[in-house]
């Protein structure tokens, strides 16, 4: 049998000291209307089924303000992702607060912060004839901490007449549109080479504006006001994420626009007022070239040969073409949005004129890349990296025979969010055959993942009927037992032959199937900001005495990571 040792971490610890406490609970019909709402608590996950045309009533108190999310998920049937609404209403039924129809692909996520008192909640299918089953989550976070609230109307364009409120990036900010017409403008200085990063985010109040735009604006002369980037405007919910400039921003005055989104008006109860309350978030990340460094010695493309440098400095370097590449280690000691951005090396009469950059892990695997295009011949990185580590940043030439001499700017910030994910091998390639010639298989249904203040649930199945399961959780799947053995591990001389297992066993659980060889394990993940991205790596043992003479057989692993937001 595998046994475990004690090297168990206090984050760890918190995580999974509470599978207990989970709280998933099936639907209580009937709940057709308000006065038949099931109660709902802070981490309940609530496994349910929409009939066609049905309406599925819930309701919840809050004796704090708090942040609140109202998220769905799919299930495991043949269709595992139904196409659900949810509402949010006062206590009465009759005022609408907020709603979401996609926030999560067919899934929906209602997200604002509540004052305390009694609300109900509404989930119907996004069309009358969408039936079958899904999870409806409860998450309760503190209440959002907000630095500025927009200034006295008017305070749109200067140019017409607005006197627009200042803000400092980094600052969380609400406002309120009071009419489909009405534009927020909030202004903002910056003193050197940046990128900036604006969201329309759950940190509002209610009733929500359901449908946003964000833009960009510069003073390009005193007074005059150009628009530049791209608007950021999501046509199946009240937020906004893809905020952007094509090129750094240099010392000057900008602003940040907020208006009404252009969704189409829709039907009730899932019809767009394009008024109410919204929350931003907003970044700096500085270029600052604190220090300058040079690339290492060619060949300089590996963990063992590259050059390193503190996130915030600049790297000088040279493409000699044919896709050579220039390498650079970091650290970071959390989770990180990074940005890393090339261009002309200053004074060089040779300058690339194209480069794609890469990030990499410890061991040189890919994660992502930006290549050159838009209005810069150079890429242009931003990326969020959940976890802390040492990482790698490659910058080569864009096209094959591209060359010259380049300059590597980076920042950093922390990050606004950080998204939950779960990603599990596939059976077919990654887990040993039971006795019933089936490969145990762990799954999540759609949209699951775990992300704090959630009840997290994960599915064994194609195992024995009323098996004894053993899921066992680590924080590696690179090597086991203390850093002393490599994995995968093969189990051929443990009598399991065929059976690897893959991930470090620092602690498991006990489960039994039902008879038809299903089970689940969940937990109530902690309201913890510390476990932002905290990775954990799981595989399932399954007692299995007809097959081996070890009497086991082993499921396919999976990564999960935890977050603070779950799409």
């Known amino acids: 049998m595998i046994t475990t040792h004690h090297r168990i971490h206090l984050p760890f610890l918190l995580a999974l000291a509470t599978p207990l406490l989970a709280q998933r609970v099936a639907e209580v019909e009937p709940n057709n209307t308000v006065a038949q709402a099931q109660i709902i608590t802070a981490g309940t996950q609530i496994t349910a089924n929409l009939q066609a045309g049905e309406q599925d009533w819930f309701t ?156 960009f604006y510069q003073e390009t002369s005193p007074g005059v006001w150009a628009a530049f980037g791209t608007s950021s405007t999501l046509a ?73 440098f503190n996130v915030g400095d600049a790297a000088l ?78 910058v080569q030439g864009g096209l094959f025979a591209a060359t010259g001499d380049y300059i590597l700017y980076t920042g950093s910030v922390d990050p606004m969010f950080v998204p939950a994910s779960f990603r599990a091998e596939p059976p077919s390639t990654n887990a040993c055959p039971g006795s019933n010639a089936l490969r145990p298989a762990l799954v999540v249904a759609s949209g699951e993942v775990p992300q704090l203040g959630s009840t997290f649930v994960v599915r064994l199945h194609n195992t024995l009927p009323n098996a004894v399961a053993i899921p066992f959780f680590g924080f590696s799947r690179d090597f086991a037992n203390g850093g002393l053995l490599p994995l995968p591990y093969d189990m051929t001389q443990n009598g399991a032959p065929g059976c690897f297992l893959r991930v470090d066993p620092l602690t498991s659980i006990l489960l039994v199937t039902d008879g038809a060889g299903i089970g689940y394990f969940e937990a109530l993940v902690p309201t913890f900001l510390g476990l932002r991205g905290l990775p954990l790596f799981t595989q399932s043992l399954q007692l299995d005495m007809p097959l081996n003479t070890a009497g086991f057989s082993m499921s396919n692993d999976a990564r999960m990571l935890v977050g603070d937001r779950g799409y």
């Not at 912060?113 to 969408?130: E, K």
């Not at 008017?154 to 900010?173: C, E, F, K, Q, Y």
């Open 317 to 394: 370097g040279n493409c000699s073409g044919q896709n050579e590449g220039d390498w650079y280690g970091f650290a970071v000691n959390g989770p990180t949005t990074l940005v890393a951005i090339t261009a002309d090396a200053p004074g060089s009469p040779t300058p690339i004129t194209d480069t794609t950059i890469r990030l990499l892990d410890v061991f040189g695997n890919f994660i992502t890349s930006a290549s050159s295009g838009g209005a810069s011949s150079h890429a242009r990185l931003i990326t969020t990296i959940p976890q802390a580590g040492l990482y790698f940043l490659e």
């Open 236 to 308: 199946t919910s009240h937020r906004s994420f893809l905020l952007a400039h094509p090129t750094t921003l240099a010392a000057g005055n900008y602003a940040i626009e907020v208006s009404a989104g252009a969704a189409a008006a829709g039907t009730a109860p899932l019809n767009y007022t394009k008024t109410g309350a919204y929350g931003l978030r907003t970044r700096l990340i500085a270029l600052p070239a604190t220090n300058t460094v040079g690339e290492a010695p060619e060949p300089n493309n590996s963990t063992t040969t590259a050059a390193f």
């Open 60 to 215: 919840f108190t809050l004796a704090a303000a708090a942040e609140i999310h109202l998220q769905t998920s799919g299930n495991f049937a043949v269709n595992p992702s139904v196409n659900t609404a949810v509402l949010l209403y006062d206590a009465t039924g009759a005022t609408r607060l907020a709603w979401d129809d996609g926030a999560r692909s067919s899934h929906s996520d209602v997200g604002c912060n509540l004052q305390p008192g009694t609300y109900t909640c509404l989930v119907v299918g996004a069309t009358g004839t969408i039936a079958g089953d899904y999870g409806l989550d409860f998450l309760v976070y503190p209440a959002a901490t907000i630095q500025t609230v927009e200034s006295a109307e008017p305070n749109h364009s200067p140019m017409t007449g607005g006197t627009p409120t200042p803000i400092t990036l980094g600052d969380a900010i609400t406002g309120d549109l009071s009419s489909p017409t009405d534009v927020d403008w909030f202004t903002f200085a910056i003193t050197g080479q940046s990128v900036v990063q604006a969201i329309c985010y759950d940190d509002g109040g209610v009733p929500q504006l359901d449908n946003t735009r964000l833009s």
